[in-house]
């Protein structure tokens, strides 16, 4: 299982504006301290070829973060380290250079640590060009505190006691060498750095400002890199919750929390942009069944929330499970400045790994950008801006054969059965059990929550394909405003005609909803699309429009015929990709990747009008659905028709290669409604059989295998007619008959 676990940080210039602490300068550069001598403790370069040779084994697992350095585990105290200086004004300060040779970068974890008011902490590099601090208590938890990363192989620690200030106490824990970047990885793997990926402020995102700003990058165990998002909760107070991957897990008291790295436009910047982060955080929830994790900000937090200056923004959620029509991912691939990414199509339910089943969403190819591993624990947005799940893993990547992802269901993490406080996401966002099936997000700075909202989404009853031109529509109103919605007006209507009304009434309290079922009606055969407006809320105005609308498209074959796909998968099932095209090459249906390690029968069912009809499996790998070692069975496909067989390809046949073909076709009326019809005599037949038409038919028969494979063609000769079919062995084929008008019917042919 592949997850997208932090692999790597982008090791480029760091001279951009970068916060983490309170901010301020040392006072040993103030006192202009920098010449005088204090002690350095020198770490020699760990046996990187070792850990190379570790990683090589550990990196396919994806299981654990994605090690890029190597921690000296130490105990360097203000008693027995460093070098203490009295400044004139009897103020100390205590300083400390930590020296890795070699190393790329070196961050540091802390414990034991108390700071009494007055007193200051900061880390820099020797030309200040990277400067952290100050930090304060504020910025502790449980006396613990972790550093952003310090480019370089030497990082110093100054701490500054005020004249008369007692000592306070910090010992430093760990002291990380970093020994590998993102290059080397990417060389490796794809041989590229994600350039397909778009920042998260070219054109494609000006709509996702907000979201944006709540998503943000975490840095996990001191050497690990995950995404996540800050998330609201129904008092929309602000409370720093971070949503994030359960499989990014280790003690968030040491976390870091990087806001808003991100380039200014479109193009990536020549040197790292600035960025703000926070430290610290206390475990809330965490669940592997659908992978997520909650935490709280502990560290550097202002009136109990992220610093306005960091232009929080607290994203909104939607528990219902309703399938979104659309998603947008927000994140940082391969510690990468922040980048996003888009699924035009509506997301499936799907099982991942050993998690139980339909308990993540499935993004089957995404239609700009990517994730990549780095990305894990980064929000899916619905169409409605509503976080929906968090990264689990998955095969997406620049350069991949397969763009599929799977995120963590925030419907399957809000209340399991069984769960409590400590595993589940009810407790905290949504503490007073209003029940909320979904809440928009909070904007500090946005003004005045809004008043009246109704909004439409999922919209059932109305997709795929039909068998006949019946259709039961429905869809769900929602109530995102403040007052409660007692009344509002739906217009709907089919094929652009917003032509009909459904006055709603009864009584939606914020953020509940209800299910409204729409009219029967009966269509013609063909696409179809049904439209769904909603206005006059309450007899008033609507204050925001964007959740006005909501539409869905489908298709209706009249007289079809439920045709049904049994495709077994091999181990490989992201290689595995299919079409289904009807005699004019059009694509009707089509299926995969799908997800590896898990061989098995998928089933699919098709409605489809008399015809005959192609199906093309492909493999990506170039060995069809042969499993190879390690794979309990090769692959194999049945399409059948009530339970005949129509067409398929056996195990012993599974090595097909990149592609291969299967023709086949269905007995029944076609698309377009038939004037007229055929009866075939004796049937089954031996040598001849008869057909009779019940009037005169201009136009042509066809005579095909059960492959789909044409054996005869000719003109109609006359209302009635006779076959001779003794040249043919014994065996079912089907008989088309077609006027010049278009109307074609299909019939069974047995012969014995």
């Known amino acids: 299982m592949k997850t997208k676990l932090l692999l790597s ?30 002690q350095t403790i020198t770490f020699m370069q760990p046996n990187v070829a070792a850990l190379k040779a570790e990683d090589a084994i550990n ?106 200030n007692s000592m306070g106490s910090l010992t430093i824990n760990t002291v990380t060498h970093g020994y590998r970047s993102a290059g080397e990885f990417h060389e490796k793997a794809f041989g590229t750095s994600g350039a397909c990926n778009f920042n998260v402020n070219c054109s494609q995102g000006a709509a996702w400002v907000n979201e944006r700003n709540s998503a943000l990058m975490l840095v996990s165990g001191s050497n690990g890199f995950c995404s996540g998002a800050l998330i609201n909760n129904v008092l929309n107070d602000g409370k720093p919750y971070v949503l994030t991957a359960d499989h990014c897990y280790s003690n968030p008291a040491t976390w870091i929390f990087r806001f808003n790295w991100q380039a200014t436009g479109c193009t990536n910047p020549a040197s790292s942009p600035s960025f703000q982060s926070l430290s610290g955080a206390v475990l809330r929830s965490r669940a592997t069944a659908s992978d997520f994790c909650l935490v709280e900000i502990t560290g550097g937090l202002v009136n109990n929330t992220v610093p306005a200056s960091y232009t929080p923004y607290f994203a909104g959620w939607d528990n219902t499970g309703n399938i979104p029509s659309s998603a947008v991912c927000i994140h940082h691939p391969d510690g990468d400045i922040k980048k996003i990414s888009f699924e035009n199509d509506p997301l499936v339910s799907t099982t991942f790994g050993s998690c139980p089943a339909n308990s993540h969403w499935g993004i089957l190819g995404w239609d700009s950008g990517v994730t990549e591993p780095g990305s894990s624990g980064s929000p ?71 008043q009246i909202d109704p909004g439409l989404s999922n919209i059932q009853g109305a997709s795929g394909t039909f068998c006949s031109g019946d259709v ?41 909803s209800a299910v409204i079922n729409l009219p029967a009606t009966t269509l013609a055969g063909g696409t179809h699309t049904l439209s769904v407006a909603v206005s006059n809320p309450n007899a008033g105005v609507d204050e925001n429009l964007l959740n006005n609308n909501a539409s869905s498209s489908f298709n209706v074959v009249v007289n079809g015929q439920t045709v049904a796909l049994d495709l077994t998968l091999d181990c490989y099932g992201s290689e595995t990709t299919w079409e289904l095209q ?95 019809d055929a009866v075939l005599y ?49 065996g079912a084929y089907f008989l088309r008959v077609r006027s010049d008008r278009g109307n074609q019917i299909i019939k069974k042919i047995i012969i014995e």
């Open 380 to 450: 899916l947005f619905d169409q409605n801006h509503r976080i929906v799940g968090q990264l689990h893993g998955g095969a997406s990547a620049c350069g991949g054969a397969s763009l599929s992802d799977e995120y963590g269901k925030v419907s399957v993490s809000w209340n399991p059965a069984g769960s409590n406080s400590t595993n589940q996401l009810q407790f905290w966002l949504d503490p007073n059990t209003n029940g909320a099936g979904f809440i928009n997000g909070y904007d500090p700075a946005g003004g005045v929550p809004v």
């Open 59 to 164: 990196d396919p697992r994806g299981d654990a973060p994605w090690r890029f350095g190597f921690n000296n585990l130490v105990a360097l105290s203000l008693d027995n380290s460093g070098t203490w200086t009295t400044l004139p004004n009897g103020g100390k300060i205590w300083r400390l250079a930590v020296h890795c040779k070699n190393a790329k970068t070196i961050n540091l974890t802390f414990g034991g640590v108390e700071i009494p008011t007055g007193n200051e902490l900061y880390v820099y590099n020797p030309d200040k060009s990277f400067i952290l601090g100050k930090f304060t208590s504020e910025h502790l938890y449980e006396g613990q505190l972790g550093t952003e990363l310090v480019p370089g192989e030497t990082t110093i620690i100054e701490y500054y006691v005020p004249v008369n």
């Open 582 to 676: 009807d005699a004019q090459g059009a694509v009707l249906f089509s299926g995969g990747p799908y997800q590896d390690n898990t061989p098995g029968l998928t089933s699919s069912s098709w409605c489809l009008g008399g015809g005959c009809y192609v199906y093309v499996i492909n493999d990506a790998y170039g060995d069809g659905l042969f499993s190879g070692a390690g794979c309990p069975s090769d692959g194999s496909v049945l399409i059948s028709q009530n339970g005949d067989s129509l067409t398929g390809l056996a195990t012993a046949n599974a090595n097909f290669g990149t592609q291969t073909i299967l023709n086949f076709c269905v007995s029944g009326v076609g698309i377009e409604e038939l004037s007229f």
């Open 682 to 730: 004796p049937n089954p037949a031996r040598e001849n059989i008869m057909v009779s038409l019940p009037f005169e038919v201009s136009g042509g028969y066809d005579l095909y295998d059960l492959s789909g494979k044409l054996l005869l063609s000719k003109n109609i000769p006359g209302q009635q007619f006779k076959i001779n079919l003794s040249s043919y062995v014994n």
């Open 472 to 512: 039961s529509p429905s869809f769900t109103l929602t109530n995102a405003g403040a007052i409660a919605l007692s009344s509002a007006t739906i217009t709907y209507g089919y094929d652009g005609n917003l032509n009909q009304t459904y006055n709603w009434s009864g009584l939606l309290a914020q953020w509940q």
């Open 9 to 38: 940080f982008i090791l480029i210039s760091y001279l951009g504006f970068t916060q983490q602490g309170a901010g301020g300068t040392p006072k040993g550069l103030k006192n202009n301290l920098l010449q005088q001598e204090f």
